[in-house]
């Protein structure tokens, strides 16, 4: 008897220590609802996740009048707000979580790597893009005001909303958000759905190898929501490592020593990864990046 209460003391113990409950009681699945933006908006997605006890927000959109829309879809529901939880610091993502929490005392949630890209990068995003989106460039900008760490959960609705630090990838520190029982993540810009994909930050070494780490994390029956485009199965993570090995492959070939491309390479690469994945929009972010990711496969020529 004492043997099998000790062996399960240790089950329990071994269980308890992985990052991940093995046995959580599945919860009642909330309603998750996708609000889009239009291609003005560069097609950001901001999901709400619907609980008995209010709303639960994910990403905060870009433009003004794509987080007016997002604050007008809470209020239709007429459930409190509870907290809006970001994915990752790229202005898309978080540029509307002012307008959706004005007025009310919610926090903005996101993993302390993920805060300090905010900070860090905030005026000098503002610089560049304000200009382009005028009027519809949010201010003032809401910067996260609770901060968690790696596997930490945050209970919301009665769900365990779960963060998980990834680092490097799509952005300079990505996080994604999982909820506790449920075969859900919200993984933000780890993958693209139907467009192409924001490859500025240049680290689509670090991206690959985080892809690969996120094939293991979720089960098979997983739904993800990105970041852009429709939500899918775990087949989006394969679609996304083809996408950037095959980018790779034609930027090394047109920069083999990590200079600029140039209007006529990026022409090139723009008509070669149409040609490889038919059907993706988006595709000014393919000349966006080019330059930074040849930079980044010149340093480490693998
Ligand atoms: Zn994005």
Known sequence: MRTT????????????????????????????????SPAEGIFANAYLIETTDGVVVVDAMLRVS???????????LGKPLLGVLLTHGHPDHYNGAAIVTAGRDVPV????????????????????WKPMFGDQWPAPRAFPSRLVGDGEVVRLGGLSFRAHVVGPAESHSDSYWTIDGLPVAFVGDLVFSGTHSYITDGHTTAWLAALERLAMAFP?????????????????????????????VVVRRLSPNGAPLGDA?????????????P????????????????????????
């Open 5 to 36: 209460t000790i062996f399960l003391t240790s089950l329990l113990a071994a269980l308890l220590a992985c990052g991940e409950p093995r046995s959580v009681p599945r919860p009642a699945a909330p309603r998750i609802e996708q609000i889009a």
């Open 66 to 76: 794509d987080a007016d829309a997002l604050r007008a879809r809470i209020a239709a």
């Open 109 to 128: 949630i996101a993993t302390r790597e993920v805060d300090r890209v905010i900070r860090a990068d905030d005026a000098a995003k503002e610089k560049q």
């Open 220 to 248: 098979a029956e997983v739904t993800l929501y990105p970041g852009h485009g429709k939500p899918g199965g775990a087949e989006l993570i394969g679609a996304e490592r083809r996408y950037l090995e095959r980018l790779r």
């Open 265 to 277: 390479a990026k022409a090139e690469l723009v008509a070669e990864l149409a040609r490889l994945e």
């Open 279 to 302: 059907g993706l929009t988006l595709d000014f972010l393919v000349g966006l990046g080019a330059d930074a990711v040849a930079r980044e496969l010149a340093a480490d020529p693998r």
